[in-house]
């Protein structure tokens, strides 16, 4: 995702903002992105995504979501008309998965 894409979509809050805001007041948890012109207080799509750019935050890494604007907006498209989230969307862009089982066994050969 480019500093000037949307990660709130509802609100219309960028990457850029949500860094500068992390940047800037080192917030001790996820929820007071809110702080920052309201992101994930609408259809709460973005919320597992603002999660994960706090916990880049507070890993010292760059906070950055690894997908393309579009498949973004898409993805979302669904959550609201569903009401669903794809999973495996979300740990896909988060790198959040999760292996199953010790490996050898179900992860990773
Ligand atoms: S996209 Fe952020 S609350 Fe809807």
Redesign the pocket.
């Known amino acids: 995702m480019n500093p000037d894409d949307h990660?709130?979509?509802?609100?219309h809050?960028s990457l850029r903002k949500i860094n500068s805001y992390l940047e800037r007041e080192n917030p001790p948890v996820a929820s007071l992105i809110s702080e920052c012109l309201s992101?994930?207080?609408?259809?709460?799509?973005?919320?597992p995504f603002?999660k994960h750019l706090h916990r880049c935050h507070a890993q010292g890494k760059t906070p950055d979501l690894a997908v393309s604007p579009e498949q973004y907006a898409n993805q979302?498209l669904t959550y609201r008309q569903t009401k669903e989230r794809d999973q495996t969307f979300v740990d896909g862009v988060t790198g959040e998965e999760k292996e199953i089982g010790p490996p050898g066994v179900d992860g990773p050969q």
């Open positions: 990660v709130c979509l509802c609100f809050v992101a994930g207080t609408g259809c709460g799509w973005c919320v603002l979302r």
